[in-house]
């Protein structure tokens, strides 16, 4: 009995060493394929630094306004019983858009012309009395002051009656109606918003370090989020002659033909005002760019050291305004250093590339991307 319990265990302890023998093996094996296995090279394409001539300009935000914007409202209360307009329509100077209840005022303005035509018939047979002497100056005079009287009573009737029917004080273009057929309107309720869209300002600020190259007639470019890609071009009209005490800046309004009704008062806009020379600046394409809270940079391609390979350096970089497809570097490179311009964010410090510029898109200052 006891023979077959130690020939058992030894048995196990055979079989248990050659297991730990294969293992023993199998990781030898896999150590040494992990030291000589190397990462493959990640495919990227490239872009080379280049000085470039940009248009010197000034950018800052602003908003746009119209030449002529208010809130057409009733000077009086009254009924509402005409309304001549549809919201969003575009109306000329003069055109009418509410009528409120005249029908009192027009009774007391044919009472009021009727005693108008009374007191001029009775000075005009004065006044031919008084030619023979007939009847005095005095007699006259008051029939004339009462003639005059009259008169102003009636302008005064028409003028409420005038100010009861509401016309539009420009042309422009209607908002949403806020009034309704047969609704009691106090006075100053707002009735709709009139807009004038052709042209529009837009106002913005500068800093006061740029008042030495600021002038009328300066061409200011305009984008909004609303139209990417587009570009909206006006002129600089006005300059206010003195300065923001808080923020020391000048405010300045450039104006836009807006002939094609695009920009609409109240939009959020990015102003460029072309200036008229010229600046050198390095010049990177803006996807070569990494954005972190801690800084910008770029991955700049060289070789590896005793080697061809080719890798990725991670450089810390500066940067400036932007044009089209490109950045400016302000410090951190170099004319001629080659960076990363495409797969930037799988790469990492002293990781091997391979650069396949084939399929890489053109990139240009004046990009114009298809619509749709």
Known sequence: MKRKIISGIVVVAVVLAGLAGVKTLQIGKLIGFAKTFTVPPETISSAVAQEQQWQDTLTAVGSINAAQGVTVASEVAGTVTEIAFESGATVAKGDLLVRLDTSSEEAQLRAAEAEVELAKLNTDRLLKLRESNVVSQSEVDTAEATLKQNQANADAIQAVIDKKTIRAPFAGRLG?????LGESLDARKAIVSLQSLEPVY???????????????????????????????EGVVTAINPDLDAVTRSAT????????NDLLRPGMFARME??????????????????????GDSVYVIEPQAGSTNLVARQQ???????LGDYVSVVSGLKPGDTVASSGVFKLHNGAGVVINNEI???HSTTPNPPNG
């Open 176 to 180: 949403i109606r806020l009034v309704n």
């Open 202 to 232: 837009g106002d913005f600020s500068l800093p006061q370090q740029t008042l030495s190259v600021l002038a009328t007639g300066l061409v200011v470019q305009v984008a909004s989020d609303a139209y990417p890609g587009q570009k909206f």
């Open 252 to 259: 300045l309004q450039a104006t836009f033909a807006n002939t």
């Open 273 to 294: 005002v072309i200036l008229p020379g010229t600046q050198t600046v390095l010049a990177v394409p803006a996807t070569a760019i990494i954005s972190a809270p801690f």
């Open 316 to 322: 810390f970089v500066r940067t400036g305004r932007t």
């Open 360 to 362: 890489a898109p053109a």
